[in-house]
């Protein structure tokens, strides 16, 4: 009787973590999908740009990151796909104030960027 004891605690232990085992990966799974990752150029010249612009992305709904790499001004955008488009997401940085692929900044937003960040400023 003092055996069966011990033994079912194990088999019962045992048991729980195999569940576990076979949910994680699904729940991890569930976390990746729907997220999809979009590049822009853009028309950044300083890491001024680049935190404007990053920061700007961080509050547009659905986007999880937004990276620019200055020397290439290519923007790296991984967002959720179910809350947002490319679409959306250019026209967000337009109206920051710089292009976003063959679209043009908004005037009003690129007006009030500081000298250093406008596109006739030479790259620093």
């Known amino acids: 009787m003092k055996l069966i004891l011990p033994l079912s605690l194990l088999a019962l232990l045992s048991f729980s973590s195999s569940v576990q085992a076979q949910t994680a990966p699904a729940s991890v799974q569930a976390a990746t999908q729907g997220t999809a990752t979009a590049q822009f150029k853009t028309s950044a010249v300083c ?41 959306a997401l250019r026209t967000a940085v337009q109206k920051t104030g710089y292009d976003a692929d063959e679209l043009t ?17 030479p790259v620093h």
């Open 47 to 87: 890491d001024m740009c680049k935190t404007r612009i990053e920061k700007s992305l961080a509050y547009e709904k659905g986007v999880q990151s937004a990276v620019l790499d200055v020397p290439t001004k290519v923007l790296t955008v991984t967002y959720k796909a179910d809350k947002t488009t490319p679409a």
């Open 105 to 121: 900044a908004d005037a009003r937003a690129y007006n009030r960027l500081p000298d250093c960040c406008k596109k006739t400023n």
